[in-house]
């Protein structure tokens, strides 16, 4: 069974960090691309980032690039984002998102969310 | 890159159909065959309901459609049934040098 679960969300104060994690099981992790999609409370989905199977590839939205930086260690089956220089617009729920591989450009995985709440 | 567009709310009465539109651009919708849907429940993570515009995932539903023309895509749900309240999400793969991909604005599905 496939699982994404997230961990690392909480309450920090503005311009502080915060290091999101996935830990990926039940597929193999280093075949797939992954993503971090965010829904700020009672909004709708917003996508933040994006890292291929083998780190080759990395894209982030305008919104949150030079202060968001997504990784992976294949290794640990885990994917993470790094944020930085956190604002108020960054509080959401930040979902870990398996891109498919047979349903091409679309993401088949969701993991429940980790709530990240910035604010002073 | 703006979100693609949706109508706020769409309702309906069980076992009627309705449908749901996503416009966006030639960079988008109207450029690539990658306009994929979620439904998602209040609290709950989102679920892959169509992907490449028009193909299911096993286990969703035949009630479920999608279709595209233009830049505008459409999800028809056939057969409402109360379980299909949710919100439901079109996304686009963009060529946008700001985006990998676009989501909706979003449609609360409302069963009468």
């Known amino acids: 069974e496939v699982q994404l679960v997230e961990s690392g969300g909480g309450l920090v104060k503005p311009g502080g960090s915060l290091r999101l994690s996935c830990a990926a099981s039940?597929?193999?992790?280093?075949?797939?691309?992954m993503n971090w999609v965010r829904q700020a409370p009672g909004k709708g989905l917003e996508w933040v980032s994006s890292?291929?199977?083998?780190?080759?590839?990395?894209y982030y939205a305008d919104s949150v690039k030079g202060r968001f930086t997504i990784s992976r260690d294949n290794a640990k089956n885990s994917l993470y984002l790094q944020m930085n220089s956190l604002r108020a617009e960054d509080t959401a729920v930040y979902y870990c998102a398996r891109e498919s591989i047979a349903a091409r450009r679309a993401v088949d995985y969701w993991g429940q969310g980790t709530l990240v709440t910035v604010s002073s | 890159q703006s979100a693609l567009t949706q109508p706020a709310s769409v309702s309906g009465s069980p076992g009627q159909s309705i449908t749901i539109s996503c416009t966006g651009t030639s960079s988008d919708v109207g450029g690539y065959n990658y306009v994929s849907w979620y439904q998602q429940h209040p609290g709950k993570a989102p679920k892959l309901m169509i992907y490449?515009?028009?193909n299911r995932p096993s286990g969703v539903s035949n009630r479920f459609s999608g279709s595209k023309s233009g830049n505008t895509a459409s999800l028809t749900i056939s057969g409402l049934q109360a379980e299909d309240e949710a919100d439901y999400y079109c996304s686009s793969y963009t060529s946008s040098s700001t985006l990998l991909y676009v989501f909706g604005t979003g449609t609360k599905v409302t069963v009468l």
């Open positions: 490449e515009v028009s």
């Open positions: 039940g597929f193999t992790f280093s075949s797939y691309s």
């Open positions: 890292i291929s199977s083998s780190s080759s590839y990395i």
